[in-house]
């Protein structure tokens, strides 16, 4: 069956960084998109960034949030995603989730197959 496990989360001051790791396991085909997605307390979860895993893809999306700060990566011997976070704020703080989808790529949950644990990022000022 299939696995994700995120890791990397941790506490960091405003305008530090922190890097995520998404390692899955289980496919039995690759997946069409990997996203990352965050949650606060009382929020809706809401997309990151994703990224088609297939080494031949150029797709890569980003919410405007952290457009700029934020870079989503992969490593398809390893199967596994990154979010490298700079310049982290406050209210970048959630819980992160790693996610896998099949039939295309967005930053849409609902569309998303399967889901990691999540990994707690806490930011403060």
């Known amino acids: 069956q299939v696995r994700l496990v995120e890791s990397g989360g941790g506490s960091v001051q405003a305008g530090g960084s922190l890097r995520l790791s998404c390692k899955g396991s289980g496919y039995s085909h690759r997946p069409d998109c990997m996203g990352w997605f965050r949650q606060a307390p009382g929020k809706e979860r809401e997309g990151v960034a994703a990224?088609?895993?297939?080494?031949?893809?150029?797709?890569?999306l980003y919410a405007d949030s952290v457009k700029g700060r934020f870079t989503v990566s992969r490593d398809k011997a390893e199967n596994t995603v990154y979010l490298e976070m700079n310049s982290l704020k406050p209210e970048d703080t959630g819980m992160y989730f790693c996610?896998?989808?099949?039939?295309?790529?967005?930053?849409?949950?609902?569309?998303?197959?399967?889901w990691g644990q999540g990994t707690q990022v806490t930011v403060s000022s």
């Open positions: 996610a896998s989808r099949y039939f295309g790529c967005s930053l849409t949950k609902s569309a998303y197959n399967f």
């Open positions: 990224i088609n895993p297939d080494p031949q893809s150029h797709i890569v």
